[in-house]
């Protein structure tokens, strides 16, 4: 079993010390190999909105280098957990920055088929408020790729750190990373579709490309895939 891990923050701090406890959790079902990547390590410079990758030139990106391996490394993963931080009630900018460069893959244009058969696990921490917007920006983006089944959970620490959670609290914040854990790694061994949703917005999309009303290079993508002739990613 294979995991991609992307950090939206270089701090080893709340959000790390919930990772861990889901790697850990991870191990005790089978082995894993974990493939992490620290957002704010790897340089994602801000899109640029040149449209490159959406005209079919996705290698061609002025940051290419920098966001295709993660990128790829997501592609080969069994799963995906995306950890956060809250910065003033969402995300940070750096999981910002790196998910504003996968809009070529959205749905809308040309998504990959492996994304179809994947689960992803999303968590965020914040000392109060906003772990359900921050969670919801990045579940956004999941959807429209096509990410099989999703999973979440947001931990308010109400505390100065991690260690300086009461015993009661920890305990709490421990047994609901256990649960949506065990319900992540479920997911990645079992036959299940996509979603409805998923579903529903690929047919939409669908009917989009046969009217050809995305570019020329999704057009053409989605008919190489065979999807303009009945087969399905899923």
């Known amino acids: 079993m294979k995991i991609c891990i992307l950090y939206g923050s270089p701090r080893k701090k709340n959000t790390y010390a919930a990772v861990q406890q889901i ?22 410079d801000f899109c640029c909105g040149c449209y490159t990758c959406i005209n079919g030139a996705e290698e061609k990106c002025p940051h290419a280098a920098h966001v295709q391996p993660v990128i790829q490394a997501m592609r080969g993963a069994d799963g995906l957990i995306f950890a956060t931080p809250v910065y003033v009630m969402d995300m940070t900018a ?13 749905m ?64 709490k914040i421990e047994k609901r990373l256990v649960c949506v854990t065990d319900a992540f790694w479920r997911s990645l061994g079992a036959k299940k579709r996509p979603t409805m949703h998923t579903r529903l917005l690929f047919f939409a999309m669908k009917q989009m490309q046969k009217r050809k009303k995305g570019t020329g290079a999704d057009a053409t993508y989605w008919k190489q895939q065979g999807w303009l002739d009945g087969k399905k990613p899923f």
Request: net charge positive; aromatic share 12%.
């Open 94 to 106: 750096q999981m910002k920055a790196f998910l504003d460069h996968t809009g070529y893959f959205y």
């Open 23 to 44: 790697k850990e959790r991870l191990r005790l079902h089978e082995e894993v190999e974990f493939v992490e990547y620290i957002l704010q390590k790897e340089p994602h």
């Open 108 to 171: 809308v244009h040309r998504p990959y088929p492996e994304m179809f058969q994947k689960s992803a696990l999303v968590v965020s921490t914040a000392a109060g408020a906003g772990t359900k917007d921050a969670n919801a920006s990045v579940i956004r983006s999941l959807k429209h790729w096509g990410v099989r089944r999703i999973y979440s959970c947001g931990i308010s620490i109400f505390a100065p750190g991690w260690d300086a959670i009461p015993a009661s609290r920890k305990r």
